[in-house]
């Protein structure tokens, strides 16, 4: 660690893994639920554990964001954190805020929450992963202005590189469409094409650049190859993925009662989304082949090398399997929706997060790397998670496979809930795999408490 603000990066990351754990205990009662429908009931009704799984990923994920941001804009300016104080208070802001929206899920019927955060004054809610109160929105807004106030600060004093640039420029996209969250239209149609300017451009827009921005940093650290050359393909990247994703939007406006045109623009704009995927994997494998020296933190480096591949396969492979028009008419809303939604998160947000704590996290304490026992343990851990996301999307694929099947193609179509009862099967395989994944984030965590020989930073 090269400036002392930089530490101020270790809490957002420890509450990103807390948020982690309890997004993945809320996705395995869904699970449970799925195939004993009155697990938990009613203390933690469906749509209630659907809420805390949708909205704790998006929090630790921007909690991940924000640490990786103020570790890496220091470094990149050379230069200290504009106020590590504003960091700090705001990441208790944050947190609570956070605390109190789930405690708020969990307490009281959704109803009674939205008239109790004063929803009538400014109606926000009801909308799916938009589902936080309004004040809890406010406050987001609030965090974010504060945030982006600390690091553009910083970016200006210092010096300008591509990488801070990239991130600046993600960070910044994030805030401006989150603002869409609070533009809730009567009108049906018009309320889904302004709510995919959040949760499309930020997935598969803005949320790219800072991907992009992390990733080139952490290789530019544990390969040495030269900046230039990670900038060139950093820049290749992120403006395929502009390009391809801020078009490649219409592909949520096929059924919406959008234009038609959008079937044209989005099937051919979508087509193209994979590329910069692709171009990210062979970009981790180039620069990891060239590397000038072999970095004493390999823990980080294969995370790397797994964020370019889970990244390619789930958004890219698993999202062009189904986001063609005509594919799309019958697979829409299917299990092959959650099947590539859960690998496309993992592989380009989840990982490149864990990429960043993984080389982070040591350097925040004194050491350029964890133990040689601490690395096997946490490479365990990265296989463990990698290889029950892939099974838990491959039985969703054949899931929805089946469900489009018997209840959308087949000449006798079944009912939705009678669709349910035949593919009940993979949801226990799936739970199966969600059990080991869960395993795999304990032994992740675990990976950092484990003594062994040290080296200084």
């Known amino acids: 660690m090269k400036y002392k603000s930089q530490?101020?990066?270790?809490?957002?990351?420890?509450?990103?893994?807390?948020?982690?754990?309890?997004?993945?205990?809320?996705?395995?009662?869904?699970?449970?639920?799925?195939?004993i429908g009155d697990f938990l009931f009613p203390h933690i009704p469906f749509n209630v554990a659907r809420m805390v799984h949708?909205?704790?990923l998006i929090v630790w994920l921007l909690m991940g964001f924000m640490g990786s941001a103020y570790y890496l804009v220091p470094e990149e300016a050379e230069t200290e954190l504009h106020s590590p104080k504003?960091?700090?208070?705001?990441?208790?802001?944050?947190?609570?805020?956070?605390?109190?929206?789930?405690?708020?899920?969990?307490?009281?019927?959704?109803?009674?929450?939205?008239?109790?955060?004063?929803?009538?004054?400014?109606?926000t809610m009801g909308r799916e992963f938009l589902e936080q109160p309004t004040i809890t929105k406010i406050g987001i807004v609030i965090v974010a202005l504060g945030f982006l106030y600390n690091l553009s600060m910083t970016f200006l004093k210092g010096r300008k590189t591509a990488i801070a640039s990239v991130l600046m420029l993600g960070l910044w996209g994030l805030a401006i469409f989150f603002l869409f969250s609070f533009y809730n239209p009567h009108n049906?149609?018009?309320?889904?094409?302004?709510?995919?300017?959040?949760?499309?451009?930020?997935?598969?827009?803005?949320?790219?650049?800072?991907?992009?921005?992390?990733?080139a940093f952490v290789l530019i650290k544990v390969t040495g190859v030269d900046r230039e050359v990670i900038e060139k393909w950093?820049?290749?990247?992120?403006?395929?993925?502009?390009?391809?994703?801020?078009?490649?939007?219409?592909?949520?406006?096929?059924?919406?009662?959008?234009?038609?045109?959008?079937?044209?623009?989005?099937?051919?704009?979508?087509a193209l989304e994979p590329v910069p995927f692709f171009a990210m994997t062979l970009f981790a494998f180039n620069m990891v082949n060239r590397r000038r020296r072999e970095h004493p933190n390999r823990a980080a480096t294969l995370w790397a090398l797994g964020t370019g591949v889970m990244a390619f396969l789930g958004a890219g492979v698993w999202g062009f399997l189904h986001t063609l028009a005509p594919v799309n008419f019958?697979?829409?809303?299917?299990?092959?929706?959650?099947?590539?939604?859960?690998?496309?998160?993992?592989?380009?947000y989840v990982m490149v997060v864990l990429t960043m704590i993984?080389?982070?996290?040591?350097?925040?304490?004194?050491?350029?790397?964890?133990?040689?026992?601490?690395?096997?343990?946490?490479?365990?851990?990265?296989?463990?998670?990698?290889?029950s996301m892939v099974f838990i999307t491959l039985f969703l694929t054949a899931a929805g496979i089946l469900q489009v099947w018997l209840q959308r193609v087949s000449d006798t179509p079944l009912s939705f809930m009678a669709t349910q009862d035949q593919i009940s099967l993979f949801y226990w395989m799936r739970e199966a795999a969600g059990l080991v994944f869960l395993i795999g984030v304990v032994t992740y965590l675990v990976s950092f408490f484990i003594k062994g020989e040290e080296r200084a930073a």
Not at 7 to 35: C, E, T
Not at 188 to 215: M, Q, R, S
Not at 244 to 270: C, L, R
């Open 234 to 270: 950093l820049y290749v990247i992120i403006t395929l993925a502009l390009v391809s994703g801020m078009v490649g939007t219409g592909h949520h406006y096929f059924w919406i009662g959008a234009p038609e045109f959008w079937q044209w623009w989005g099937s051919i704009f979508s």
């Open 358 to 387: 993984s080389y982070a996290m040591p350097l925040m304490r004194g050491r350029a790397a964890n133990s040689n026992k601490a690395q096997v343990v946490e490479m365990w851990a990265f296989w463990l998670m990698t290889v």
């Open 7 to 35: 530490a101020v990066a270790k809490p957002y990351f420890i509450a990103a893994m807390g948020l982690f754990v309890a997004q993945i205990l809320f996705g395995l009662i869904m699970g449970l639920q799925y195939v």
């Open 86 to 123: 504003l960091a700090l208070i705001l990441f208790w802001i944050f947190l609570v805020a956070a605390a109190l929206t789930v405690i708020g899920y969990l307490a009281v019927p959704y109803a009674t929450l939205a008239k109790i955060t004063g929803n009538d004054l400014l109606p």
């Open 54 to 56: 949708t909205n704790a």
């Open 330 to 348: 019958y697979t829409h809303g299917s299990q092959i929706t959650a099947a590539h939604g859960h690998m496309a998160f993992y592989g380009a």
């Open 188 to 215: 049906l149609v018009k309320d889904k094409f302004y709510w995919w300017w959040v949760v499309h451009l930020w997935v598969e827009g803005v949320w790219e650049l800072i991907l992009g921005a992390i990733l």
